[in-house]
């Protein structure tokens, strides 16, 4: 397993603030505006998270790619089952790896429906999703006691996330 990057603890702080558009609310909430952002027919729907494709899952959005790695809140949950289509990844918090990365990254030029299924932590895949995702895609991902975070991929998007990603303490650890 190589890590290609890691966070450091002034990044951390920041991908705390929201990637995208904050949508506040319920779960009931929050999937009536996802009914809404679906309508635009966005080329690919990515969750990352397992309560948010539980939640697209049970109002029947399903996501082209769900990204989960079987915890809420650090504790642990029973897996939500997306689809058959199952890829397993190891991604140890805090990092990126390159296995990882090239999941997603392969996982995006599917027309199937994909879950990846991650052994450690799947945070930070949200850039790794905005990076590789098409154009107009929604990429969905919880922002714990609020809401979601809806990302509409666009160039703009694309380059904030490699700035981002530049950041990152890029690491050759095996």
Known sequence: MSVIYAITPELREKFKEPFGLLIKGSFDQ?????????KQNPPKIIAVGDIVTKNLQDHK???????????????????????????????????????????IKEALKEKRPIQIVVDGEEDLLVLIAILYAPEKSAVIYGQPYEGIVFVKVSPEKKREVAKFLKAMEKCSKS
Do not use: Y
């Open 61 to 103: 959005i399903p996501p082209d790619l769900a990204i989960i790695d079987c915890h809420n809140m650090r504790k642990k949950i029973q897996r939500v089952i997306h689809t058959l289509n199952i890829i397993n990844v190891k991604n140890p918090q805090g990092t990126i790896t390159r296995e990882a990365n090239e999941a």
């Open 30 to 38: 929050t999937m009536a505006k996802m009914r809404e952002i679906k």
